[in-house]
Each structure stands twice: as structure tokens, then as C-alpha cells.
């Protein structure tokens, strides 16, 4: 398979997704982003590099200890700011954000919540056509990545 052939499945993965019409107004909850090795190149390509720590390990340095405090020596300011953010906090690269991205707004859990997860709904009006899963939201992810890693040879999640 070519990486192009990739590219339009992976834009068909998206496609999956119910619509929703952004107001861009979530920038405050564009932080530690991670994506699969073929959104990365395809981000890349549009001019920014995400960083290659996993998300979760910058994610872990912006956690509060029990007293509500982050570490200020561990938080760095790139982990609080995702790197495709444009002074005007628009998404610079948004016609071929990662899916993670796209998610947000979308995703909901029914029932039994896991610790440390959440629902992706968005606080600022936005109204989606309709709604996913977290169960769904992970069927893609997983896709997704084995495309990816199909193509490009490089795991970034384990499956």
C-alpha cells in the first residue's frame, strides 16, 4: 500500500465521525496531543512537528500533586500549548489534524467510567450531529494506528 492510498483510507476513518461545527473556541484544550506516525507525517508536512515524548508523559507533568500543585520544574511550557497553535490560537494545521483532534466534541461515555478517562464534549456551545462512544472513539484509534504502522513501519501505540 501506498502512503497515498493510506492517506484517503485514513481520511475515510475520519469520515466516520459526526459533523460538528466548531466555533474555535477549545484552544484552551489543545495541550499534549499525540497522533499515529502517518498523521504525524502528514502534520509535518503542513509545517509542524509534534514532539516525539508520548503524550501521556507530557500530560503526566502537568497533573497536580494531591495539594493541587504542578511541579513547575517538570511542567515545561511546550507541554501545555500544542505546537500547531497560531498566535491567534487557531489551528494551523486544521484541515489535516490528527484524529484525536477531530474526536473532541464527539465523544461520550455511557456507562461505567474508567479512572483517568473522560468524556471529549465540548464546553463552548458546539453541538455535534451526533455523538461516539468511548468504545468507538478507541475501534478507530486502533485502525488508525495499524494503518499506520502498516505504512510507515512505526508503532506509536501499542496494540
Do not use: W
Not at 499515529?36 to 500530560?59: C, F, H, K, Q, T
Not at 484525536?100 to 453541538?127: K, S, W, Y
Amino acid at each position: 500500500m501506498t502512503e497515498a492510498e493510506a492517506l484517503a483510507m485514513l481520511d475515510d476513518l475520519y469520515g466516520q465521525l459526526p459533523a460538528i461545527e466548531c466555533k474555535g473556541l477549545c484552544h484552551d484544550t489543545c495541550t499534549s496531543i499525540d497522533a499515529s506516525e502517518l498523521e504525524r507525517r502528514r502534520i509535518a508536512a503542513a509545517g509542524v512537528n509534534l514532539p516525539d515524548e508520548p503524550a501521556a508523559d507530557r500530560v503526566a507533568r502537568l497533573r497536580p500533586d494531591a495539594h493541587g500543585l504542578v511541579d513547575v520544574a517538570r511542567a515545561r511550557p511546550e507541554d501545555r500549548r500544542c505546537p500547531a497553535l497560531g498566535p491567534l490560537n487557531n489551528c494551523t494545521v486544521y484541515e489535516v489534524r490528527p484524529f484525536v483532534c477531530r474526536a473532541f466534541g464527539l465523544v461520550h461515555q455511557r456507562e461505567n467510567p474508567l479512572p483517568h478517562t473522560g468524556p471529549m464534549m465540548c464546553d463552548h456551545g458546539c453541538i455535534p450531529d451526533g455523538t461516539i462512544s468511548l468504545a468507538e472513539f478507541g475501534r478507530i484509534v486502533v485502525a488508525i494506528e495499524r494503518l499506520s504502522q502498516e505504512v510507515t513501519g512505526v508503532a506509536r501505540l501499542p496494540l
